[in-house]
Nanobody
Framework: QVQFVESGGGSVQPGGSLRLTCTTT????????????IGWYRQVPGKQRELVAT???????NYADSVKGRFTISRDPRKNEVDLQMNRLNPEDTAVYYC?????????WGQGTQVTVSS
């Protein structure tokens, strides 16, 4: 069964940057990515998990309006991972960030990685 592993979170001041990394276990990442793509999601306590960005084998990445122009999702074919570069972070970006498939969500969510933006 596929498991998602997120890393790279931390605490930054407003305007700062972080780079998150998503990989998988229990499956061949390249094959999984070619079929399902990868999406980054985030959740704050008391709110529903929301989509941040997705990337698939074909087509262009998609972004939530709130992060367009600030976040970049990418996949290096040489690496078994998908990254989320987050620039110009603001306090509203504070959340636990998760990765999963881009569309067909799997129940096996990872532990996520905490991103905290505060002064």
């Amino acid at each position: 069964q596929v498991q998602f592993v997120e890393s790279g979170g931390g605490s930054v001041q407003p305007g700062g940057s972080l780079r998150l990394t998503c990989t998988t276990t229990g499956t061949i990442f390249s094959r999984f990515f070619s079929i399902h793509g990868i999406g980054w999601y985030r959740q704050v306590p008391g709110k529903q998990r929301e989509l941040v960005a997705t990337i698939k084998e074909r087509g262009r990445p998609n972004y939530a309006d709130s992060v367009k122009g600030r976040f970049t999702i990418s996949r290096d074919p040489r690496k078994n991972e998908v990254d989320l570069q987050m620039n110009r972070l603001n306090p509203e970006d504070t959340a636990v960030y998760y990765c999963n498939a881009a569309a067909k969500i799997f129940d096996s969510w990872g532990q996520g990685t905490q991103v905290t933006v505060s002064s």
